[in-house]
């Protein structure tokens, strides 16, 4: 078992779609992370939680809104997307926030295409 | 917030060594990471470096932490095909990691 799995690894939804991104760690981890990888900028961190609260919301459109239902899981759900929504959702847990040694554990990411 | 900086491409022959820059604007960062993203997959952490610490050895990775200039590098030494993929930076802030852009290391056999 992988320490961080996400699912499903590619998606393709219309701009009407609503669909949801799942994450689950299986390392223990206090918190978890939404980041979004486009091409040639740096990676935008979306949404941080730990221990299931929302410590971080970089001003993210409302058609993204995160849930963490426990410190296992996370999810990211999807409504209305634009088409430069388009691109690799990475998420990521770490035993404590980055202030201390506490390195980020990457999925696999799941490739998001807008049409 | 934190500003990372890198060179996007890097082309080098295998056997040589390859370094990989990062400049922050952070000086209160305490700790300073290295991970690496081959095709299709997650970031993956290769090494890091406290920031009371200005060089840091493991195997054919060195990481050089010039902390008044803000730099910090990774040299690859023998550079194997195999190293090719994108290379990030990334320094801790309070609540997350401030990633650079990558840098795509390319591998020449």
């Known amino acids: 078992e992988t320490g961080v799995t996400q699912t499903p690894r590619h998606l393709v939804m219309g701009m009407t779609n609503k669909k949801s991104l799942k994450c689950e760690q299986h390392l223990g981890h206090n918190a978890m992370y939404w980041y979004k990888q486009s091409a040639k900028k740096p990676l935008e961190l979306m949404f941080v939680?730990?221990?299931?609260?929302?410590?971080e919301n970089n001003s993210v459109p409302s058609r993204f809104s995160p849930e963490c239902p426990n410190s296992s899981h996370l999810f990211l759900h999807l409504h209305t997307l634009q088409p430069e929504d388009s691109a690799l959702y990475l998420c990521?847990?770490?035993?404590?926030?980055?202030?201390?040694?506490?390195?980020?554990?990457f999925g696999n990411g799941t490739r998001l295409t807008v049409t | 917030g934190e500003d990372v900086e890198q060179s996007l491409f890097l082309s080098v022959r295998e056997g040589d060594s390859s370094v990989i820059n990062c400049t922050y604007t952070?000086?209160?960062?305490?700790?300073l990471y290295w991970y690496k993203q081959e095709p299709g997959a997650g970031l993956q952490l290769l090494t890091y470096?406290?920031?009371?610490?200005d060089m840091k050895q493991d195997q054919r990775l060195t990481v050089l932490l010039n902390k008044k200039d803000k730099h910090l590098s990774l040299r690859i030494a023998d550079t194997q095909t195999g190293d090719s993929a994108i290379y990030f930076c990334?320094?801790?802030?309070?609540?997350?990691?401030?990633f650079g852009t990558g840098t795509r290391l390319t591998v020449i056999p």
């Open positions: 990521a847990s770490s035993q404590d926030q980055p202030s201390r040694y506490s390195p980020l554990h």
């Open positions: 470096i406290f920031s009371n610490m």
């Open positions: 939680y730990s221990l299931e609260e929302r410590v």
């Open positions: 952070d000086s209160s960062s305490t700790y």
């Open positions: 990334a320094v801790s802030g309070a609540n997350n990691l401030f």
